[in-house]
């Protein structure tokens, strides 16, 4: 199916350990971006990538690492997860540049225990 | 950094009412985009506003690219039990990276 693809849905994992969450799109759009979603915090804006091989800090970075070989893929890493990043995270692309309409997967619920 | 006031932060109304919701800024934007979150699933683009000024409808729903580009609203008539969620506003501020700035979200509760 043509769109954006996240995987996995859930996740549980213990503090300390690595985890990749794993975007993947079929648009070929340029930009994609990786949120986070807390209570009372709305979307937040971890990383996001404008091409391949091009990545930039968000709003809250910090604990995340990201990597943008291919185009379609974009895998955001917790290299050593804590409590505090049990969150929702979601991806998104967009399609023309920058300020254009954002298109969201369906998210990864991720709980450190 | 750039914050969008987003209000109300919840609702509850009776299915058939009509629901005004809106973002407010103390920049100018470029950029207004509507969203609308279902319970576990990711948000989904209703609106995109490019022009100040632009009134734009989507079925039940319209919204408004305020003159002053520091605002938008979000107008949903006559509701139905399928349009709860959370609407999150979002923009692109006039001098920015490129990136959307989000609003906190309104969570819309309809009573059958």
């Known amino acids: 199916d043509a769109g954006i693809t996240q995987s996995p849905r859930y996740k549980i994992t213990e503090t300390g350990r690595q985890v990749t969450l794993m975007c993947h799109q079929t648009?070929?759009?340029?930009?994609m971006f990786w949120y986070r979603q807390d209570l009372g915090h709305g979307l937040r804006l971890i990383y996001y990538?404008?091409?391949?091989?091009?990545?930039d800090k968000g709003e809250v970075p910090d604990g995340y690492v990201v990597s943008r070989s291919k185009t379609e893929n974009f895998p955001l890493t917790l290299e050593s997860a804590t409590r505090s990043q049990t969150s929702v995270y979601f991806c998104?692309?967009?399609?023309?540049?920058?300020?254009?309409?954002?298109?969201f997967g369906q998210g990864t619920r991720l709980t450190v225990v | 950094g750039q914050q969008l006031n987003q209000s109300p932060q919840s609702m509850f109304i009776q299915e058939g009412e009509d629901v005004s919701m809106n973002c407010t800024s103390s920049?100018?934007?470029?950029?207004w985009l509507w969203y609308k979150q279902d319970p576990g699933e990711g948000p989904v683009l209703l609106i995109a506003?490019?022009?100040?000024?632009e009134l734009t409808s989507n079925g039940r729903l319209t919204a408004q690219f305020g003159i002053t580009r520091k605002d938008s609203f979000l107008n949903i008539s006559a509701s139905i039990p399928s349009d709860v969620g959370i609407y999150f506003c979002?923009?692109?501020?006039?001098?920015?990276?490129?990136?959307?700035?989000f609003g906190k979200g309104t969570k819309l509760s309809v009573k059958p």
């Open positions: 506003l490019y022009k100040a000024g």
């Open positions: 979002a923009g692109l501020p006039l001098r920015s990276q490129g990136n959307l700035i």
């Open positions: 920049s100018i934007f470029n950029t």
């Open positions: 998104a692309t967009q399609r023309g540049g920058p300020g254009t309409e954002a298109f």
């Open positions: 648009w070929s759009h340029s930009y």
């Open positions: 990538s404008a091409a391949a091989d091009i990545t």
